[in-house]
C-alpha cells in the first residue's frame, strides 16, 4: 500500500513570511503515459469542507491565491505558501491519486502565526 | 455547478451497517470519480474510496473488507455502505467529486454529515 508523509506535522510562521510543507509518497505517482504527478494539495479549516488548492503538483485550482505553489515529481514534493496571510491559517494535506494504487492523505500539517 | 449532498443516519449502533448517499445536483454523474472521505474527530482526513461512473471501485486497503461504493445513475447519486461499524468509524464523512480537469481530484465537496457509532 501506498504511504503519504508529510513534514513537518506542524510549523508557526510570522505573517508575510514563507511556509514550506513537504510531501513523500512511497511509491512514484508520476504516470508516464501523460507524464502527470497524481498529486493534490488541500486547505482544511475548522467547519469547512477541505478545499483543493494544487492538482497534477503544480497546477493551481482556479481562484486559488498565487502566494500558494505546488512543486517536485515523482515522491517528493512541497508546498509553499510564499508570504502567509491571516487567512492561511489552517490544516494542509496531500494526496495521492495515482491510477492503479490505492489512494491516500497524508496526515496533515498545522499552519499558525508565529 | 455541480453541488453534492450527503444524507444518511446520524448515529448507527455497533456491528450495524453504515449507509450514506450522497446527490447530485447541476450537473451529470456520468464522468469523474466519485468519492467518500472520512474524519475522525480530531484527525486527519481519510480516504474511504472512489467510484469511477463505469462502476469501477478503488478502495482503501484498510476499510476494503467492509466497504460497498455504488453509483446509481439513473437517480444522480451514489452510496457508501460500511459494514460492522465500530467506535473507530465515528466521523464526519463528506462525498467529493472531480472536474473536467482532474477526474481524480476532489474539487467539488458536500458539506459533511456526522455519523456516531454508538449503542
Known amino acids: 500500500d501506498i504511504v503519504v508523509t508529510q513534514s513537518p506535522d506542524s510549523l508557526a510562521v510570522s505573517l508575510g513570511e514563507r511556509a514550506t510543507i513537504n510531501c513523500k509518497t512511497s511509491?512514484?505517482?508520476?504516470?508516464?503515459?501523460?507524464?502527470?504527478?497524481?498529486l493534490g494539495w488541500y486547505q482544511k479549516k475548522a467547519g469547512q469542507p477541505p478545499k483543493l488548492l494544487i492538482y497534477?503538483?503544480?497546477t493551481r485550482e482556479s481562484g486559488v491565491p498565487d502566494r500558494f505553489t505546488g512543486s517536485g515529481s515523482g515522491t517528493d514534493f512541497t508546498l509553499t505558501i510564499s508570504s502567509l496571510q491571516a487567512e492561511d491559517v489552517a490544516v494542509y494535506y496531500c494526496q495521492q491519486f495515482a491510477p492503479s494504487l490505492t489512494w491516500a492523505f497524508g496526515q496533515g500539517t498545522r499552519v499558525e502565526i508565529k | 455547478q455541480v453541488q453534492l449532498q450527503e444524507s444518511g443516519p446520524g448515529l448507527v449502533k455497533p456491528s450495524e451497517t453504515l449507509s450514506l448517499t450522497c446527490s447530485v445536483s447541476?450537473?451529470?454523474?456520468?464522468?469523474?470519480?466519485w468519492t467518500w472521505i472520512r474524519q475522525p474527530p480530531g484527525k486527519g482526513l481519510e480516504w474511504i474510496g472512489s467510484?469511477?461512473?463505469?462502476?469501477?471501485?478503488n478502495y482503501n486497503p484498510s476499510l476494503m473488507s467492509r466497504v460497498t461504493i455504488s453509483v446509481d445513475t439513473s437517480r444522480t447519486q451514489f452510496s457508501l455502505r460500511l459494514t460492522s461499524v465500530t467506535a473507530a468509524d465515528t466521523a464526519l464523512y463528506y462525498c467529493?467529486?472531480?472536474?473536467?480537469?482532474?477526474?481524480?481530484?476532489?474539487?467539488?465537496w458536500g458539506q459533511g454529515t456526522m455519523v456516531s457509532v454508538s449503542s
Open positions: 447541476g450537473g451529470s454523474i456520468s464522468s469523474h470519480f
Open positions: 511509491q512514484s505517482v508520476l504516470h508516464r503515459p501523460n507524464n502527470a504527478n497524481y
Open positions: 467510484i469511477y461512473y463505469t462502476g469501477s471501485t
Open positions: 497534477w503538483a503544480s
Open positions: 467529493a467529486t472531480g472536474t473536467a480537469l482532474c477526474y481524480e481530484c476532489s474539487v467539488i
